[in-house]
């Protein structure tokens, strides 16, 4: 026979158990990762690589120099030098090692010369070329493709000049083999695809009205064809974009979208509340996403090559988040204003760049 007082409570005990298995649900376990080093840097590291083999790690955190770390031993192998007058300061994706660690690029804004990418050799560091653009464009991003055939970039274009804002140049010769123009879309960030079919790029598109929304665009990297839009996304001129390494997700970190031009020139948020979401590239549908709350200076995000793992990460004390690949499950959290995150290509290694400082971790 059961207790009346017990009877009374039930529905009171059924929802905290709910709630705390929620709770239990979404609490850290034990930590995934442990940190193996530090690494000094100057200021706000804004961008990180690591070389295929992992035993390299680029950082940027000079707008003037790039430093190549042998980071194992705590030393600057190398300091490369953009070009003069260059800033990085709006560039999602600085520089990129090619796939064979072959060559190093790095891309800025404002180079002497009309510069917006400088490419090196990685075995003497020797500067290959400089790929110039004179119709006033910058670059926002750069990847190479899978493959190392190509190098791609984009561009927020003056729209009265009309070129490429996704530029494809070939690693042969260096030369423009292939462009889009995609004005009034004005991409700022770029990801391509693990299996190198699909390029994705996240940026703004302003309407005959004056409005604008954020959005993702998906294209072909054999012809530039368009494959799909993802409408009413977070604001990726300070985020990022990350392919899962099976090529069916694709997630995004930036911030939350606003229109300056709405509500009578006051402004408002618009689209989707998430400064993080995975989306489904076969449909567009979102499968998860997260807002984090108060704007954040800069996203980052990344997969770790084996899937089992999502970073994501935030400056002005944001911290960095480890989760389970899915983004349903939070595994753990690294207490640190991330201006950057990188996962190394072939190994169980991670690399968070703050204020002044950078740490490797390595999954456990």
């Not at 194992?72 to 007058?85: H, I, M, Q, S």
Request: glycine share 10%; hydrophobic share 35%.
């Amino acid at each position: 026979m059961h207790n009346r007082s017990t009877l009374t409570n039930l529905p009171f005990l059924l929802l905290f158990a709910l709630a705390w298995a929620s709770a239990a649900q979404c609490a850290p376990d034990t930590n995934v990762a442990s940190r193996v080093v530090d690494l000094d840097e100057t200021i706000l590291v804004r961008g990180l690589d690591f070389s295929p083999d992992g035993t390299l790690l680029a950082a940027a955190s000079s707008f003037e120099t790039i430093n190549i770390w042998n980071w194992r031993e705590k030393r600057v192998v190398r300091k490369l030098e953009k070009t003069a007058g260059a800033s990085s300061g709006l560039t999602t994706r600085p520089m990129r090692f090619s796939p064979d660690g072959t060559y190093f690029a790095t891309c800025h804004d404002g180079g002497k010369g009309e510069v917006v990418i400088r490419v090196w050799r990685t075995d003497t560091w020797a500067i290959v070329t400089d790929i110039g653009d004179p119709i006033l464009g910058g670059c926002s991003a750069i990847d190479f493709t899978p493959d190392g055939q190509y190098l791609v970039r984009t561009t927020m274009r003056n729209p009265n000049r009309p070129a490429c804002t996704l530029c494809i140049y070939s690693t042969r010769d260096w030369t423009l083999k292939r462009g889009l123009s995609t004005i009034p879309f004005y991409p700022s960030a770029l990801a391509i695809s693990p299996d190198g079919a699909l390029i994705a790029m996240g940026g703004t598109s302003f309407q005959p009205s004056g409005s604008q929304t954020e959005e993702i665009r998906i294209v072909n990297t054999e012809d530039t064809g368009s494959v799909r839009v993802i409408p009413e996304t977070m604001a990726l001129h300070f985020g990022q974009l990350s392919w899962s390494p099976d090529s069916k997700r694709l997630a995004a970190a930036g911030r939350r979208a606003w229109d300056g031009g709405a509500n009578g020139g006051h402004g408002q948020f618009t689209g989707a509340p998430d400064n993080f979401a995975i989306f489904e590239v076969a449909t567009g549908r979102k499968l998860s996403g997260e807002q984090w709350g108060k704007q954040v200076s800069r996203y980052s995000l990344a997969f770790s090559p084996d899937g089992r793992y999502l970073l994501e990460g935030g400056t002005d004390g944001s911290g960095v988040k480890i989760w389970d690949n899915q983004h349903m499950r939070l595994l753990q959290g690294i207490d640190v204003s991330a201006g950057s995150v990188s996962a190394a290509r072939g190994g169980p290694y991670f690399a968070v760049g703050s204020e002044g400082k950078i740490t490797v971790w390595k999954f456990e």
